[in-house]
């Protein structure tokens, strides 16, 4: 079915530049590129704040990397002893094998799923993000964090580097890699200076490049190309 549509559309929306890669196609589609609309307002006017945590917001676990980054705070931990882990959402495959990782660490909080308005003061008031996914095409939490004036540490999958440009928005690792992980998470957590500095990168750019105003724009060039 996916083909089939494919090959009828009049246009094609992606959110990444390769995501239509895996499919193999040989013949020529119509497309345009860019990330699905999310909306950043909240994010921006809500009062920050450094509670000391790293934040990880999403679910399936096992597919946000959630056992990647239990294990890479684990690593890190002892030198960095003011700082907790906040994982936060839903966990439909059971949070057992997620629970044993954490060994009852009083500083790993596994959280339930919570409201939006919560998650924008979660975000507000974090030290670091961390997307550790295994796979993710455009997530909008990358967005949230950045607009939330936070540094953030990203699996370099799929459309995650045209969010996040390594060194200069953000920081990536590879993918499954809790080593790589922790030596990032090192880096943030010790040079407060090159934290701070990324931050204030991806706030620039998340209002420049990825604002609802930009995305009202390309999604009506889209339908006047369209047209």
């Known amino acids: 079915m996916i083909r089939y549509s494919l090959k009828r559309a009049g246009i094609v929306k992606l959110v990444y530049a390769l995501q239509l890669k895996p499919l193999k196609l040989k013949y020529n589609i119509n497309t345009v590129v860019f990330p699905n609309f999310v909306p950043i307002k909240n994010f921006l006017d809500a009062q920050k ?6 934040l990880l917001v999403g679910y399936p676990w096992y597919l946000k990397g959630v056992d990647v980054l239990i294990k890479a705070f684990k690593k890190i ?4 002893p003011q700082y907790k ?26 959280c339930d799923p919570v409201y939006y308005n919560e998650v924008v003061q979660l ?3 974090c030290s670091v993000y961390v997307l550790a996914s295994r796979t993710d095409s455009s997530p909008r939490v990358l967005r949230e964090a950045m607009a939330s004036h936070k540094p953030i540490i990203a699996s370099n999958i799929d459309g995650v580097p045209e969010l ?8 990536l690792f ?5 080593t790589d992980l922790a030596e990032k998470l090192t880096i943030i957590l010790s040079d407060k200076k090159f934290a701070q500095q990324i931050s204030k990168n991806g706030h620039d ?18 339908l006047e190309d369209l047209l």
């Open 49 to 54: 704040n450094d509670h000391k945590y790293i």
């Open 77 to 80: 931990s002892p030198n960095f």
């Open 85 to 110: 882990l906040k994982i936060v959402g839903w966990c439909p495959e059971g949070r057992e094998y997620f629970e044993k990782l954490a060994n009852n660490n009083p500083k790993i909080e596994l």
């Open 123 to 125: 975000m507000a008031n």
């Open 164 to 171: 996040i440009i390594d060194g200069f928005n953000g920081l």
């Open 174 to 178: 590879k993918k499954e890699d809790y």
């Open 205 to 222: 750019y998340v209002q420049k490049k990825l604002s609802e105003r930009v995305y009202i724009n390309k999604y009506k060039s889209m």
